[in-house]
């Protein structure tokens, strides 16, 4: 392996000081460093704030337009995005297509390491080939040092074909550079234990993919207010869940909030389109798909219409 890269500069890579006893450490000792170590998480996704902001109003309108939201990683930073791509159409009842996480080493990785597979750049860009990725798609590459060829090659290959391109990364520019649209680095520093990105920076990302992935399906109007009113009706505590967000937002009682559910074919933003306007399930399924499934746009506009 003579053109192995050194990584040994890598912020990712470095040797924290504050835990270089800890094979002596106590129990709590051990839980109190990690406590501490890991406060520095929010820091880093704070100053990170204007790039997220920027991923979140370019990624809503690329989605507005048609396009779709990648993830792509190897390792934890892989299995960090699937994660966050399993978790959308639960919550936000998104096609399972909208948001999509790509790992090295396919479906497997996710339980069982693979790590040697991320050091192959052109399934990288085979993995955007096959997926059919356009301009009009969102390519995130995770990759904690930034080094991944993986995640390098299908960015590579995203640009190629005019997608937009973000990077989530745990180093400083000055470190890693690569070309993208927009460059987010969470500087969390040296792990607790040397070299281990699925503590620190693999919390920050987590932390990172949370804001990005809600920040932009509140832009694409799954959300009213700060409730979940496009969330999947799938089993008995998602039901209870829709039954309260109806009961909270409305003057229904238990009962009637069970009946005009199941009048909205069990549809939470259907439902209250239906109870503030008057209109039954045809009509305002119409006017929902007329505003992009902007429930306020919505009612403005069957308030408008009836003035």
């Given at each position: 392996?003579?053109?192995?890269?050194?990584?040994?500069?890598?912020?990712?890579?470095?040797?924290?000081?504050?835990?270089?006893?800890?094979d002596q450490m106590t129990a709590l000792e051990i839980v109190d460093l990690f406590n501490r170590e890991d406060a520095q998480t929010i820091a880093a996704v704070a100053a990170a704030r204007e790039p997220l902001a920027e991923a979140i109003d370019r990624t809503a309108a690329a989605l507005r337009q048609g396009g779709r939201l990648f993830y792509v990683g190897a390792g934890t930073?892989?299995?960090?995005?699937v994660l966050d791509a399993a978790e959308c159409p639960p919550?936000?009842?998104?096609?399972?297509?909208?948001?999509?996480?790509?790992?090295?080493?396919?479906?497997?990785?996710?339980?069982?390491?693979?790590?040697?597979?991320?050091?192959?750049?052109?399934?990288?860009?085979?993995?955007?080939?096959h997926r059919q990725v356009t301009s009009l798609d969102v390519v995130v590459g995770i990759t904690a040092g930034g080094t991944t060829p993986?995640?390098?090659?299908?960015?590579q290959a995203a640009r190629q074909r005019g997608a937009t391109t973000l990077l989530i990364a745990c180093v400083p520019v000055e470190q890693v550079s690569l070309p993208v649209d927009i460059d987010i680095r969470l500087l969390v520093g040296p792990e607790v234990l040397a070299g281990s990105t699925r503590?620190?920076?693999?919390?920050?990302?987590?932390?990172?993919?949370?804001?990005?992935?809600?920040?932009?399906?509140?832009?694409?109007?799954?959300?009213?207010?700060?409730?979940?009113?496009?969330?999947?009706?799938?089993?008995?505590?998602l039901y209870d869940r829709a039954l309260r967000i109806l009961q909270d937002l409305t003057d229904l009682d238990r009962s009637a909030a069970a009946t005009l559910l199941e009048q909205s074919q069990r549809q939470v933003k259907l439902a209250l389109l239906m109870h503030w306007t008057g209109l039954n399930a045809a009509a305002g399924q119409q006017l929902l798909h007329t505003h992009q499934g902007n429930l306020r746009q919505a009612v403005a506009a069957a308030q408008r219409s009836s003035q």
């Open positions: 392996m003579d053109n192995l890269i050194e990584r040994g500069h890598l912020l990712t890579e470095q040797v924290n000081p504050n835990s270089h006893t800890l930073s892989g299995r960090l995005g919550t936000f009842c998104t096609p399972p297509d909208l948001v999509q996480g790509i790992i090295a080493g396919g479906a497997g990785a996710l339980v069982r390491s693979s790590e040697d597979l991320e050091d192959r750049a052109e399934d990288g860009m085979e993995a955007i080939a993986f995640v390098q090659g299908a960015l503590l620190k920076a693999g919390t920050a990302t987590k932390l990172a993919l949370n804001i990005l992935s809600t920040g932009v399906m509140v832009k694409l109007g799954k959300v009213y207010g700060n409730r979940m009113v496009d969330v999947a009706v799938t089993n008995s505590k």
